[in-house]
C-alpha cells in the first residue's frame, strides 16, 4: 500500500513538473482559442476546469485610469459559452480586434502625463497569473497585422508597468517578426525598485503575453490581428486575412461585452448581395447601413452610406472585400473591379 501511495506522488509530482514546463513549439496559430503555453493543460472536457493556459482577454484605461478607450469585437458570444474568441477561431482562424483610443484629458485623468491605452494579451498559466519561467523560449514570434504600432510585452510581477518589451511597427498585411530574449528592453524612465538586471529575469519569472496600442494621449482607431504566437523561430508567417463582419461588440473591460442589435439578431448574409457593374457598386436586400470596400490587404478604401448606386471609378482594378453593417444586418463578400 506505502509503495503504491508513493508511486501515485511521484507520479503527480512528475505530471505537475510536465505542466509547468514551457511548450517550445508554436504556441497559438488559430486553431485553438487557447494558447498552448505549456503552463496548464489546453481545456478539454472534464479536465483543466478551474484554470487554463492562455486565454485571451481585452483590458484599457477605463477601470483605474478614468479613461475612455476600449476594444471592440465582430462576434458576440450566443452558443459559445460567454466566449468572444472562439467565434472567431471557428469563422477567421486567427484573433482579432478593433481599438479606440480616446484622448485622456476629456475623461476626467488627472496624471501629470496623460496617457491612453488598449490592450490584448493572455496569461502564461490561467487566471492566477502564476509565474512560468519561458526562457528556453529563447524570446517571441508573432505573425501579425496592426494599424498602428504595437508593442509586445513581458509581463511579471517586479517590473510593473515598466514591462519588458519590444516594438511592432504598423503592418498592414500579415508581417511575421521574431526577437530573442536580448531584444527585449525595459523603458528608460522604469522607477529604481522595478528595474530587472536584464529582461531575462522577466522571461524566467512571466506572468502573461501582452499586446499594447499606446495612444500617446492622443485619439486613434485601428485593428489589430494575431494570427500565431510562439517561441522565437516557431512562427511560419502563415496569415490570411478572412471577411469580416461589422465589430459590433464593445468591450466593458472586465471580460464581457456589449453588443449592438446588428450583431445578436443579424439576418442571414446570403439575404444581402452586393452587386458591380460597369464600375457602379449596388445592394439588394439592403436599403440603409454603411459600408466599407477593403483591399486584400485590409486597407479600407472606400466607405460611406448605403446607397442605390456607388461609383467605383476611383478603384484599382481587382479584387476587394465589401463589408455592410446596418440595422439588424452585416455582411461581407467578395467583388471584382475590372
Not at 488627472?110 to 523560449?137: C, H, M, Q, R, W
Not at 530573442?180 to 536584464?198: E, H, M, V
Not at 466593458?252 to 446570403?270: E, F, L, M
Request: proline letters at 3%.
Amino acid at each position: 500500500m506505502k509503495k503504491q501511495i508513493l508511486a501515485t506522488a511521484i507520479a503527480s509530482v512528475a505530471s505537475l513538473a510536465m505542466a509547468q514546463t514551457v511548450n517550445t513549439s508554436i504556441w497559438f496559430n488559430g486553431s485553438d482559442q487557447q494558447v498552448n503555453t505549456g503552463g496548464d493543460c489546453v481545456y478539454e472536457y472534464n479536465e483543466c476546469e478551474s484554470t487554463t493556459m492562455g486565454y485571451w482577454y481585452d483590458y484599457d484605461d477605463r477601470k483605474n485610469d478614468n479613461g475612455g478607450s476600449y476594444a471592440m469585437y465582430p462576434y458576440d458570444t450566443t452558443g459559445y459559452y460567454g466566449s468572444l474568441i472562439a467565434p472567431e477561431i471557428e469563422n477567421l482562424g486567427y484573433v482579432t480586434i478593433k481599438y479606440h483610443l480616446e484622448d485622456p484629458t476629456t475623461t476626467g485623468q488627472t496624471a501629470e502625463y496623460p496617457y491612453n491605452f488598449v490592450g490584448f494579451g493572455f496569461n502564461i498559466v490561467g487566471g492566477t497569473k502564476a509565474p512560468l519561467d519561458i526562457s528556453a523560449a529563447g524570446g517571441l514570434c508573432v505573425t501579425y497585422t496592426a494599424d498602428n504600432a504595437v508593442t509586445l510585452e513581458i509581463a511579471e510581477e517586479k517590473s510593473g508597468d515598466a514591462s519588458c518589451s519590444v516594438t511592432l511597427t504598423k503592418a498592414t498585411s500579415p508581417t511575421m517578426v521574431s526577437k530573442t530574449i536580448a531584444d527585449f528592453s525595459q523603458p528608460t524612465w522604469a522607477p529604481a525598485g522595478n528595474k530587472l538586471s536584464s529582461c531575462a529575469d522577466a522571461f524566467k519569472a512571466a506572468q502573461s503575453v501582452k499586446f499594447k496600442l499606446d495612444g500617446g494621449a492622443s485619439v486613434a482607431d485601428g485593428q489589430l490581428r494575431i494570427f500565431e504566437v510562439g517561441p522565437a523561430g516557431t512562427c511560419t508567417g502563415a496569415g490570411a486575412i478572412k471577411p469580416e463582419p461589422a465589430f459590433g461588440c464593445k468591450a466593458d473591460g472586465d471580460g464581457h461585452a456589449v453588443c449592438t442589435d446588428a450583431i445578436k439578431a443579424s439576418v442571414a448574409a446570403s439575404s444581402v448581395k452586393a452587386i458591380v457593374a460597369n464600375r457602379m457598386l449596388s445592394f439588394t436586400g439592403i436599403n440603409n447601413g454603411m459600408y466599407e470596400i477593403v483591399s486584400l490587404q485590409g486597407q479600407v478604401v472606400k466607405s460611406g452610406k448605403v446607397a442605390s448606386s456607388i461609383s467605383l471609378s476611383s478603384l484599382d482594378a481587382g479584387v476587394y472585400m465589401v463589408r455592410v453593417s446596418g440595422k439588424a444586418v452585416h455582411m461581407s463578400q467578395k467583388i471584382l473591379v475590372k
